[in-house]
Antibody, heavy 115, light 112 residues
Framework: EVQLVESGGGLVKPGGSLRLSCVGS????????MTWVRQPLGRGLEWVGR??????????EYGAPVRGRFTISRDDSKNTVYLQMHSLRPEDTAVYYC??????WGQGTLVTVSS | DIVMTQSPDSLAVFLGERATINCESS????????????LAWYQKKSGQPPKLLIY???AREPGVPERFSGSGSGTNFTLTISSLQAEDVAVYYC?????????FGQGTKVEI
């Protein structure tokens, strides 16, 4: 059974940083393109970014709202993908989901940016 | 970025009746090299992660009830729930994976 488990969410002040982790199991993690998607409370799904597998270059892409502030990385030895978030803003407050395209999702972790 | 626009934003349907959700993309999602449309539909219920319903615009995910169907090509797509059940109350999102920069529609809330 495929499982994705996020961790690292919490309360952070505007301008602060936070790192989310997502551990995958039940599939060949090092072959997977791993994605982060977020959902602000009461709003729709927003694609945050993605990291390709090493065979495809391990490159990253980011949505415009987070480009330059967020960084996705992976450690295939730990079956883990990371989302490093800097210069956080109140509008980054959301549930953040780890996603292995197209069908596997974690349960999400809440990030709250507030003073 | 490819912009995905869904209509309507919300709809109320009687139990057993048909629900139709439209999705328009700002760029064609059709790849002629493999004859596929890079469009998926997800169902999102409160407190749960999204659930894949349809991929390649019309391929139903295993385990998804047959009342869910997807159609369309190029820039215009439709999700149809042929006979709405109580458990179908949710928000539905179209999602393009044609571009390396993926995007979602804004969502359509389906109510009884």
């Amino acid at each position: 059974e495929v499982q994705l488990v996020e961790s690292g969410g919490g309360l952070v002040k505007p301008g602060g940083s936070l790192r989310l982790s997502c551990v995958g199991s039940g599939f060949t993690f090092n072959n997977a393109w791993m994605t982060w998607v977020r959902q602000p409370l009461g709003r729709g799904l927003e694609w945050v970014g993605r990291i390709k597998d090493k065979t495809d270059g391990g490159t990253t892409e980011y949505g415009a709202p987070v480009r330059g502030r967020f960084t996705i990385s992976r450690d295939d030895s730990k079956n883990t993908v990371y989302l490093q978030m800097h210069s956080l803003r109140p509008e980054d407050t959301a549930v953040y989901y780890c996603h292995a395209e197209p069908r596997s999702w974690g349960q999400g972790t809440l990030v709250t940016v507030s003073s | 970025d490819i912009v995905m626009t869904q209509s309507p934003d919300s709809l109320a349907v009687f139990l057993g009746e048909r629900a139709t959700i439209n999705c328009e993309s700002s760029h064609s999602l059709f790849y002629s090299s493999n004859n596929k449309n890079y469009l998926a539909w997800y169902q999102k219920k409160s407190g749960q992660p999204p659930k894949l319903l349809i991929y390649w615009a019309s391929a139903r995910e295993p385990g998804v009830p047959e009342r869910f169907s997807g159609s369309g090509s190029g820039t215009n797509f439709t999700l149809t729930i042929s006979s709405l059940q109580a458990e179908d109350v949710a928000v539905y999102y179209c999602h393009q994976y044609y571009s390396t920069l993926r995007t979602f529609g804004q969502g359509t809330k389906v109510e009884i």
